[in-house]
């Protein structure tokens, strides 16, 4: 059932003043066109993505040669080649800012604070740029670091860029099996760590792990101080050595940039890896930056001098997407830890102290909040912030309700999803329309999204997967190690045709927005019907007492019936009255087809390092098939609580 009135709406002096309004006008000159409303202009960016693309390059500044060709080969989306005469470098255009004005501004948890401004940002890239190519680094050669959320790692990874080196990352909280199965397969030149990290108040030593990935992977090591003694780290590490000996010998003088094609590889970001080792996905500098620059300045409206916080680690694409922000001329905030230490307003606090124009974050987290009865409308000043954007899962209408009524009133809501295989967004906030409840605004410029029903034809007040028509600069260039692209295609392109098909379950509302009901390879078929897992999230986590919840679709009697898992609050227990008080729930908040056939409570659900439940791997644990790679989780150990369940045992 819609609503009948939208939680918020763009007021015409705000559209006028947007990026997005004045990027219609750009367009709207230069070609001697008119559009009627965005709508026509959306459908105009998919139709001419030559001009399109090109559009966005002039209007953005991009440093670099653009070249007379835009779009060719189109044909067939793993075909396409966007700019193929063009040159330019990823760096440069994110350092093409300068001055003493904060760059970055770096909290960790309540153990560490600074600030770095562009000129000194500019300074440590140049002698981090002379010290990889003293080593031999160069073009095409790869960087891996398992490193925290904070300044140095955007610079490091700058320089890799400056130079045509390929960065790849995660977080300090791997394990040693789950790096090695990302960075082992790339085989980089050099591996960067932190000595320790903080996190719930605690410090994490990583300098044992460090040396055996160290090790195994065969390259030396340079040692990053954070929160333990890199000194100490070095000397068990061995091959290595700490970031102030590594630049020691090269004083800051201009950064170098080397021009490389459009197409050059940027990024290594690595699949979830639950269902086997992860997929290394290659993404383009010029498709990164192109489409990074089309969604920070138009779709988020971000302008030179505003504060751009996202909460996230480096494993995972929100911090690819974060640290685009720089080209904008943006500060970044950054933020490692938790978010809930020392209490859960840690991130208000910082908000309302620096002045935070967006805050991004997950669903998770903003249940959480709602959960934990935070009401930061009511204690603090957060009068900066204009855009909050969530992603990671889809947000539930509840978690709608919560952003105005406890968070803030007077702010656009961005429901975001997209994911690492694009490094961006399909489907995302638009500052010209309205924000209604439950509902992703629509889909981003330039894309050919679409729903599709399983017969390949196009739906509307249904559900389908989502799927994506017509190339798009942010396709990845290729998987590493992929001879023949057999991997690529079998990931996008297997189910239809010449159609990227992402693998999420959607549905075009009535307003042109769009609800995502979870992940299509995780969608349940009781009885034949789809149904998604999001579906009966959203009125299960409306209950207080279930903290989180699973749902899977157990082979049972020759169907498939729907088994529901909850984690529930303290003191709470898995009564015959709570189960029923849960069906009824979802009963009349979904439908009869959504009840589950069998409610079981568990201590912990499974989830992976960036927060995401993992309904696939619970789904092998239920039906007794191994879980290939748990090394991809953040507790593993949480899937031995659902095997072997006596209760999915009988009807």
């Known amino acids: 059932m819609l ?8 007021s015409e002096e705000f559209k006028a003043a947007t990026p997005m309004r004045a990027f219609m006008d750009f367009v709207s000159e230069t070609h001697a066109l008119s559009f009627s409303d965005y709508d026509s202009f959306h459908q105009w960016s998919i139709d001419r993505r030559d001009l399109f693309w090109s559009a966005v390059w002039d209007f953005s500044g991009v440093r670099g040669e653009k070249g007379d060709r835009f779009l060719i080969d189109d044909e067939r989306m793993l075909e396409a080649r966007f700019f193929p005469d063009a040159r330019l ?12 004005t904060d760059a970055m501004i770096f909290v960790g948890e309540d153990k560490a604070q600074g600030r770095m401004s562009f000129d000194a940002l500019h300074g440590l890239v140049s002698r981090l740029q002379q010290a990889y190519r003293a080593m031999g ?26 130079i045509g080196a390929i960065w790849s990352s995660c ?3 791997f394990g040693e099996q789950g790096v090695l199965d990302r960075f082992g397969q790339i085989e980089p030149k050099l591996f960067i760590t932190c000595d320790a990290y903080w996190y719930n108040g605690k410090k994490q030593d990583v300098a044992g792990k460090a040396a055996a990935v160290t090790a195994k992977l065969g390259v030396p090591a340079l040692v990053v101080p954070y929160a333990g003694d890199a000194a100490a780290a070095v000397s068990l590490i061995g091959n290595a050595r700490t970031l102030a000996d590594f630049i020691a010998p090269h004083a800051a003088k201009q950064v170098e940039y080397v021009a490389l094609p459009f197409s050059h590889p940027l990024y290594i970001l690595f699949s979830s890896g639950t269902t086997g080792v992860p997929k290394c996905i290659v993404h383009s500098a010029g498709g990164t930056l192109l489409q990074h620059l089309k ?6 409206g971000l302008k030179q001098g505003e504060k751009l916080f996202y909460f996230t680690t480096c494993g995972w694409m929100m911090w690819n997407w974060l640290v685009s922000g720089l080209a904008v001329g943006a500060t970044l905030c950054l933020y490692d830890g938790s978010p809930f230490y020392p209490d859960g307003k840690v991130l208000f606090d910082y908000a309302e102290r620096e002045g935070f124009a967006v805050f991004g974050t997950s669903a998770k987290y903003i249940d959480a909040v709602r959960k934990a009865g935070i009401e930061p409308a009511k204690t603090h000043d957060l009068s900066a912030l204009r855009l909050v954007t969530s992603t990671g899962s889809p947000l539930s209408p509840e978690g709608f309700s919560f952003v105005y009524e406890g968070i803030k009133a007077d702010v656009q809501l961005a429901s975001i999803s997209g994911g690492t295989d694009i490094v961006s967004c399909f ?11 439950g ?12 729903v599709w029903d399983d017969d390949g034809k196009p739906v509307r007040g249904e559900k389908g997967e989502l799927v994506c028509t017509r190339a798009f600069p942010s396709m990845p260039v290729m998987f590493w190690n992929d001879e023949g692209g057999r991997k690529y295609r079998a990931a996008y392109f297997e189910r239809f045709d010449n159609i990227w098909c992402h693998g999420d379950f959607a549905e075009w509302t009535a307003h042109g927005g769009l609800v995502i009901h979870g992940r299509s390879d995780a969608t349940l078929n009781p009885g034949g019907v789809r149904i998604g897992t999001a579906e009966i999230y959203n009125q299960v986590e409306q209950l207080e007492e279930v903290v989180e919840a699973l749902c899977i679709g157990q082979d049972w009697d020759d169907d498939v019936r729907v088994v529901l898992f909850v984690r529930l609050a303290a003191g709470q227990a898995l009564t015959p009255e709570l189960v029923n008080k849960i069906k009824t729930k979802i009963r009349t908040g979904a439908s009869p087809r959504h009840v589950p056939a069998k409610i079981v409570a568990v201590a912990d659900i499974p989830r992976t390092k960036s927060g995401k439940i993992v309904e696939l791997a619970v789904r092998e644990v239920v039906h007794g098939r191994p879980v290939k790679n748990k090394e991809a989780l953040a507790n593993p150990e949480a899937l031995a609580l659902f095997a072997d369940l006596p209760e999915l045992k009988s009807a």
Do not use: Y
């Open 3 to 10: 609503d009948d009135k939208p939680l918020w709406v763009p």
């Open 89 to 100: 470098n990823f760096a440069e255009n994110l350092l093409s800012h300068t001055g003493s």
């Open 137 to 162: 680094i160069g073009k095409g050669d790869r960087i891996a670091a398992m490193m925290p959320n904070m300044p140095e790692t955007v610079a490091l990874m700058l320089a890799a860029a400056s």
């Open 171 to 173: 977080s300090p909280d």
């Open 295 to 300: 969604e920070h300045r138009l779709h988020c």
């Open 427 to 437: 489907v995302l906030g638009n500052p010209l329309k309205p924000v209604w409840r």
């Open 439 to 450: 509902e992703i605004q629509g889909p981003g410029l330039g894309l050919a999204v679409d």
